[in-house]
């Protein structure tokens, strides 16, 4: 049965007219379009013209390589599927034009069955590769959307829903009754977690799409360590812990994004501030060797249980359990982790339930800037 296919143009490059003639035969009785050409480079110059979705290449032609046109049209028009024609003996050659891009080979001599079966191995081919292209864009154009739908439509309007309670506030001074101010001051608190959740969320999206913005200077990490230690300070008094730092003496410079950097820390020690209970202590300190800088944060809070360490860094991840009370969108850990790969650096968690938990930042010695 002969089976036709609409649209398809198909070229064939061999310096063997009978085969031309043979090859056109077969495949027009399926439906193809078949072009053919005799010449390796009129035969380039007519791929660039009718771009087809399949080429055959003879790999062995007086004037011309065949490698070479498979190599070059693979590289140029990487959407054509390749396929060569060879002589039994060199298979040896068919494996290695298939290293340079082509997609299959059709020893000679062949059957008309055969050459319609690979062509249509081909054509099955290049479908799936720009369907699959196809969704690989639309999901990056729905990724895209769906940020800009994020900060748009979200966004904004919690914005104006939080200067609309400014100015309930505002009006109504000191004459709402105290459960009214309650409810109140729960839905800012509300509204503040969903507002940090799509700042969080977009600087991730942001990080993936490669759009973060982030100023690589050379910068002393004590500093930003103590501007975090500054900002954490009065939350862990309000809280009854105890913040303190053992920061080593000329630590290396690094190069880095002050401000993500920033708010790496602020995330860690955060983190250690919302699951240490009163009395606890937190404990920053640098070092450096050789081949790393590191900084790392130990509390001596509820710890993380081992079973859900692996998951720590997943977006949305929190671990179920006691520190449930505590407010957060699970987004922290992803955000600095991303933070710390895009510095070349890593993070790390050692834990142990009930005793306490130590992150670690390793960054890279740059010694060569
Ligand atoms: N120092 C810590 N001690 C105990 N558990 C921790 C500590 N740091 C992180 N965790 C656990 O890891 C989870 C993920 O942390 P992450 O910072 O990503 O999210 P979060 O703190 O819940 O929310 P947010 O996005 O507001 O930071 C936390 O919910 C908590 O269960
Ligand atoms: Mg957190």
Redesign the pocket.
């Known amino acids: 049965m002969i089976e036709t296919v609409h649209d398809s143009r198909i070229l064939i490059i061999d310096d063997e007219e009978s085969i031309l003639d043979g090859c056109r035969q077969a495949l027009e009785k399926s439906g193809y379009s078949v072009t053919t050409s005799s010449d390796g480079l009129a035969g380039v110059n007519l791929t660039r013209e009718i771009k087809p979705e399949v080429l055959f290449v003879d790999l062995k032609m007086p004037n011309c390589s065949g490698m070479d046109i498979i190599e070059n049209i693979s590289r140029e028009m990487p959407d054509i599927v390749l396929i060569v024609i060879t002589g039994y003996a060199s298979i040896v050659s068919a494996v290695e034009a298939m290293k340079k891009g082509a997609y299959d080979y059709l020893p000679k001599p062949f059957t008309p069955d055969q050459l319609r079966a690979v062509t249509k191995r081909g054509i099955e081919h290049r479908r799936l590769k720009v369907e699959a292209e196809f969704l690989r864009e639309e999901k990056a154009r729905m990724e895209k959307n769906f940020i800009t739908f994020v900060s748009h439509e979200m966004r904004s309007p919690l914005v104006t829903i939080q200067q609309y309670i400014e100015s309930l506030k505002l009006i109504s001074e000191g004459t709402l009754r105290p459960e009214v101010a309650e409810i109140i001051q729960r839905c800012e608190k509300r509204i503040q ?1 969903l507002h ?2 799509i700042e ?1 969320w977009l600087d991730i999206s942001r990080i993936e799409n490669g759009t973060f913005s982030e100023a690589r200077i050379a910068l002393d990490l004590t500093e930003v360590i103590e501007r975090s230690l500054d900002e954490m300070f009065p939350l862990c008094q309000r809280r009854g812990i105890v913040l303190a730092s053992d920061l080593k003496d000329g630590l290396p410079m690094i190069y880095g994004d002050q401000e993500s950097l920033l708010r790496v820390f602020s ?2 020690i ?3 501030t ?3 209970p009163p009395g606890g202590r937190i404990l920053v300190c640098t070092d450096c060797d050789d081949y790393y800088i590191s900084v790392s ?1 130990s ?1 001596t ?4 249980p081992q079973d ?1 360490l692996p998951f ?2 997943e977006p949305f ?5 006691k ?2 009370r ?11 982790k991303k933070i710390m790969e895009a510095h070349n650096g890593r993070i790390e ?1 050692a ?1 142990k339930e009930g005793e ?2 130590t ?1 670690t930042m390793k960054f890279p010695r740059a010694y060569d800037r």
């Open positions: 977690s940090e959740l969080h995330n860690i955060g983190n250690a919302k699951y240490t944060v509390d809070g509820q710890g993380i859900k720590i860094f991840y929190r671990v179920r359990g520190q449930e505590q407010r957060g969108s699970g987004l922290g850990l992803t955000f600095s968690a834990s306490g938990t992150f």
